[in-house]
């Protein structure tokens, strides 16, 4: 009864994308030309009053205060509403939506489950709510992404790291306790085998694993630093990989042009990676003040090192232990209330010494999945403002997502910005978010979702118009032209 309930839940989701997106159009799509509109674009501080944005193709080629006269173009009156770049959510795993966790690879659900779940939520949860691109941190989710880039599937744009690197009994450890040895260091367990999560010790196992998720189109690396929240064996105080295994993952993923990003909480784990070359420093609740003022003297100095702020789940769900999802353990509540209280204190000490920060929900999982957007309000209720907020989930992550270099799926343009060569990933609101941060969770006020020159949300513009037209990406990742 529930399986088939699942399946008609998938069918419904998929029924209503393809609505959308699915449909094929031979004419050339007319340049868009939005009028009288402000601008948020991506770094702000201040909105572009009464400006003009021409969109020709997938791109965005002018934003200018001054007229714009373009022939042929569809003109849409931005009077009144405020335009931001789609928003990039960059700390995701689409791959990890079932509902009892990362073990539920093992008990419950097989790899096309997972695929179902993902696409449910990457269409209705993510895209329909202005989330254009997802840095997907853990995870298997290229084939889809792939799909998506396309034209088959309706999706926001994915940059996965593949899957996550860690040693036997860290954080990317989801097998069961009982689960053989021999079976484990076969790889053989089912996290595994879907290739969202790599267990490997030594330099040499984890050189195979991180060119494994290069040669499958990763665009960066996670590794495990450090013990975490959502997993059974690793208490949060201990080291994740050793000194020679994160050097050997750096190596190959700056050999590849790419970059690490690494899950850590405390100064032990933050140390060793950034000695060692890591880019991307996930969570860091447990970190010291001297340790954020480090980071940010390294920033100042060699702009190539980010923050990545979980602020729901670390202040919001970690909050207490009631507020924690139910399907965690008392042990991992507990690890998760001690996230809780430092995540204030790292957030503040970040906020006031300056750090380069970008913003990642870590939000999926029924529940949770459905409110990935106050990851980004809850960065106000941290002591940033709306346009801070608003910046860590646009401007500031397309600068990071262009890390991935010669590995970056989306390499022809800028992304989290309103300017010229930047793609059209453009968002329409009733209002000023960063007047009122909280109307971003009102999705009646999200007028508007353009991704890559195509919409998918339209309740503005009469639907029989060119704008609203169907969905079809250009093939920008796919090696198999239609
Ligand atoms: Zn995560």
């Given at each position: 009864m529930r399986f088939a309930t699942v399946m008609v839940a998938a069918f419904a989701a998929m029924n209503a994308a393809a609505s959308l997106a699915w449909a094929q159009t031979n004419d050339a799509p007319p340049p868009v030309l939005f009028t009288n509109v402000d601008v948020f674009d991506g770094f702000g501080p201040d909105l572009i009053k009464g400006a003009n944005v021409l969109v020709e193709g997938n791109v965005i080629t002018q934003v200018s205060t001054d007229p714009i006269t373009v022939e042929g173009a569809f003109v849409v009156?931005?009077?009144?509403?405020?335009?931001?770049?789609?928003?990039?959510?960059?700390?995701?795993?689409?791959?990890?939506?079932?509902p009892e966790g990362t073990a539920a690879y093992q008990t419950r659900w097989d790899g096309a489950a997972g695929g179902a779940f993902a696409m449910h939520h990457l269409v209705n949860n993510m895209l329909l709510k202005g989330i254009t691109t997802v840095r997907d941190i853990a995870g298997d989710p290229l084939d889809i992404a792939k799909g998506i880039d396309m034209g088959l599937l309706p999706g926001?744009?994915?940059?996965?790291?593949?899957g996550a690197i860690s040693q036997t009994g860290g954080h990317g450890d989801w097998a069961g306790r009982n689960v053989p040895p021999d079976l484990l260091a076969g790889h053989a367990d089912m996290s595994q085998a879907t290739q969202n999560t790599w267990v490997v010790d030594g330099p040499e196992e984890v050189t195979k694993a991180v060119r494994l998720n290069l040669r499958r189109g990763a665009a960066f690396i996670k590794v495990m630093g450090g013990g975490g929240v959502a997993s059974e064996f690793d208490?949060?105080?201990?080291m994740g990989l050793s000194e020679e295994e994160v050097a050997k993952a750096v190596e190959i993923a700056k050999d590849n042009g790419t970059y690490v990003a690494v899950h850590a909480y405390h100064d032990d784990s933050y140390d060793r990676h950034l000695r060692l070359g890591t880019r991307s420093f996930e969570h860091g609740f447990l970190i010291s003040e001297d340790m954020?003022?480090?980071m940010v003297k390294k920033y100042n100095e060699t702009k190539d090192i980010v923050w990545s702020f979980q602020c729901f789940m670390s202040i919001n769900s970690f909050g207490s232990y009631d507020t924690m999802p139910a399907f965690f353990s008392h042990e991992q509540k507990l690890k998760g209330v001690a996230v809780g209280k430092g995540a204030r204190n790292a957030a503040k000490w970040m906020n006031e010494h300056g750090m380069f920060i970008v913003g990642g929900s870590d939000m999926f999982s029924p529940g949770l999945v459905e409110r990935i957007k106050e990851d980004l309000t809850c960065n106000v209720k941290a002591g940033f403002t709306p346009t801070q907020a608003l910046k860590h989930w646009t401007g500031n992550a397309g600068i990071v997502l262009k890390w991935s270099g010669p590995k970056d799926p989306y390499p022809t343009y800028k992304l989290g910005t309103i300017a010229p060569d930047s793609y059209a990933d453009i968002l329409l609101w009733d209002g000023n978010p960063l007047e009122d941060i909280e109307m971003?969770?009102?999705?009646?006020?999200?007028?508007?979702?353009?991704?890559?020159?195509?919409?998918?949300?339209?309740?503005?513009v009469g639907a029989g118009s060119p704008i609203f037209r169907p969905a079809r990406a250009p093939l920008t990742r796919g090696q198999f032209p239609l």
């Open positions: 009156d931005g009077t009144g509403k405020t335009m931001t770049p789609g928003l990039i959510d960059m700390h995701q795993h689409v791959m990890l939506n079932p926001p744009r994915i940059y996965s790291s593949g208490p949060l105080d201990i954020v003022k480090r971003i969770l009102d999705e009646s006020k999200l007028v508007f979702v353009m991704k890559d020159g195509l919409t998918y949300k339209n309740t503005f």
